[in-house]
């Protein structure tokens, strides 16, 4: 029996490297720094992570006053999430799969701690997003750098990206 369970959860955070970045959180005392200096994160924001992890980044943009939306292919993790922010209103995790997830029209910023073989598709679904929902998109990225993009802003390991409908039509 514990046997199989396990397994399960070998199986729950192993089988999401085909479709991402393995589950590595990010520390709450940088995402204090990105929201304050990096992207001044406040109650007029909707975060969205792409791949929440236990829900961390979440709980802490929730802290700034922003409606935080977590996707998150691990249903232990969504799991943990729901547990962690269970008092936190602002706070919601789906399970899915953020490659066929559409941005709800509300987001103003993603955050994204990938890995390097995704980045540039993370960007350009961002981008296409921004395209879909005529409107403007910042990205966050945390510890990658968008090849042949140049960020607004960086602060530590945190590089800041904006995304316009323009941008794309002329690329
Ligand atoms: C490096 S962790 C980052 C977690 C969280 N964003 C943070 O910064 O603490 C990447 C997360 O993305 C999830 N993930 C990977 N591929 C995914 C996909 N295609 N759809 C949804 N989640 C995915 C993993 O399960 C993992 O929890």
């Given at each position: 029996m514990w046997v199989w369970l396990l397994a399960l959860v070998v199986v729950m955070f192993g089988f999401v490297v085909f479709r991402g970045a393995p589950y590595v959180p990010s520390r709450k005392r940088q995402l204090e720094v990105a929201f304050k200096e990096l992207y001044h994160l406040d109650d007029s924001d909707v975060l969205v992570d792409?791949?929440?992890?236990?829900?961390i980044v979440l709980r802490t943009a929730a802290e700034y006053g922003a409606k935080a939306i977590g996707y998150e292919l691990n249903p232990i993790l969504v799991l943990i999430t729901r547990i962690l922010s269970r008092h936190q209103s602002n706070v919601v995790v789906y399970l899915a799969d953020f490659w066929f997830v559409q941005l709800p029209a509300e987001t103003t910023v993603v955050y994204v701690f990938g890995e390097s073989r995704d980045i540039r598709k993370m960007a350009k679904k961002v981008q296409d997003e921004s395209i879909r929902l005529e409107k403007m998109l910042s990205l966050i990225s945390y510890g990658f750098q968008i090849p042949g993009q140049t960020p607004v802003k960086v602060v530590g390991a945190y590089f800041l990206y904006e995304f316009s409908p323009l941008q794309g039509s002329k690329a």
């Amino acid at each position: 029996m514990w046997v199989w369970l396990l397994a399960l959860v070998v199986v729950m955070f192993g089988f999401v490297v085909f479709r991402g970045a393995p589950y590595v959180p990010s520390r709450k005392r940088q995402l204090e720094v990105a929201f304050k200096e990096l992207y001044h994160l406040d109650d007029s924001d909707v975060l969205v992570d792409i791949g929440s992890g236990d829900g961390i980044v979440l709980r802490t943009a929730a802290e700034y006053g922003a409606k935080a939306i977590g996707y998150e292919l691990n249903p232990i993790l969504v799991l943990i999430t729901r547990i962690l922010s269970r008092h936190q209103s602002n706070v919601v995790v789906y399970l899915a799969d953020f490659w066929f997830v559409q941005l709800p029209a509300e987001t103003t910023v993603v955050y994204v701690f990938g890995e390097s073989r995704d980045i540039r598709k993370m960007a350009k679904k961002v981008q296409d997003e921004s395209i879909r929902l005529e409107k403007m998109l910042s990205l966050i990225s945390y510890g990658f750098q968008i090849p042949g993009q140049t960020p607004v802003k960086v602060v530590g390991a945190y590089f800041l990206y904006e995304f316009s409908p323009l941008q794309g039509s002329k690329a």
